[in-house]
């Protein structure tokens, strides 16, 4: 892997890259493919395809990829337990289910003091059996990727399924939209991303990380990192314990004193378009290849020239996916989703913008 698509802002990061290593692009024509699962035993790969509805499998031994699971509630994170069975948050079934070895599907957790949960996110599972998961509500805060619907709870929080009783704690109360979490490699502690920034600027976008008794209860919560770019999402840690978290312009690691980050930049994709101060703008956030793009329009902008908004955004849009990703523009499909100004938020972090007037 060549020097243009990392940097080091340590030194220990450098015995890290393997200049022979590269990116394989193992599927593309998902709408937002998230939290992936690796069975080891039967060498395949499993994923969530959130507002497609679906589950995908990579096998790794031909290189096919299939349906897994369709409808699949707007799946979202996923993890195994440690009887190797499929643990996995539904937004659109507002529960955490396991996938049994026979594949029956059981719900671990749909309730909490009984109210609905919001949308359960991400989840992890410790050494002792009990499952930890974070519950925001990005799944009924639209119809994108879930069911909108209010709050029964009215609040975003972080839960613990006993492994005996199957009773359900709210063990982290203080966050304004938990998201991606993980156990350090001693179990000791607890890392959870907020990605509150979401529904406004003012909110977190960092990493905090928790203490973690042996009988499960949290104490502490300081903040680990703030996002550099973007907003952390899913993460995990290698077995030195160093954190390997998603951003919006790549991988980002952090050692596990928390001092030094490094980062991994994939730059050949180009996501997602939103409105500005009265003007359209194009964040080229390079990630992975994919010529097929999503534009949310936001309805209020759009209401008065519909289809006049939209030749115009498609045209310059395209033009520079193309640039970005040396695709022939006849390969770049454009593809237009209404949604209210309300239901979402970009942060500011670009790294090249286009400016439309309305």
Known sequence: MTSQYYEIFDARFGR????????DKLFTGCRWAESPVYFAAGRYLVWSDIPNERMLRYDETDGSVSVFRQPAQNSNGNTTDREGR???????????????HDGSITTLA???????????????????????????????DTDYE?????????ACHVYRIDPKSGEIEAVITDMVRPNG?????????LYVVDTGRTHGPQNPAHMRVFKVSDKGKVSGGEVFADCTAGLFDGFRLDTDGRIWTSAADGIHCYEPDGKAQHALYLRN???LCRPAHGQWRKNLLRRTSMPF???????????????????????AVTAAIAKATG?????????????AARDWYVGETDVETIRLKK
């Open 146 to 154: 879930g069911n909108k619907a209010e709050s029964e709870i009215g």
């Open 327 to 339: 695709l022939a523009q006849s390969d770049v499909w454009v593809v237009f989703e209404e949604v």
């Open 269 to 271: 994709d180009v996501a």
């Open 86 to 100: 499929l643990i996995t948050c539904e937004h659109g079934g507002r529960r955490v289910s396991r996938t049994e």
């Open 181 to 189: 979490l993980a156990f350090s490699v001693d179990e000791k502690l």
């Open 16 to 23: 890290l890259v393997n200049g022979n290593a590269h990116v």
């Open 110 to 140: 749909d309730k909490w003091r009984g109210k609905r949960l919001n949308s359960p996110n991400d989840v992890v599972v410790r050494s002792d059996g009990s499952i930890w998961f974070t519950d925001p509500a990005y799944g009924i």
């Open 293 to 315: 793009v999503n534009i949310r329009i936001v309805k209020e902008v759009i209401a008065s020239d519909p289809k006049g908004k939209k030749a115009e955004i498609s045209k």
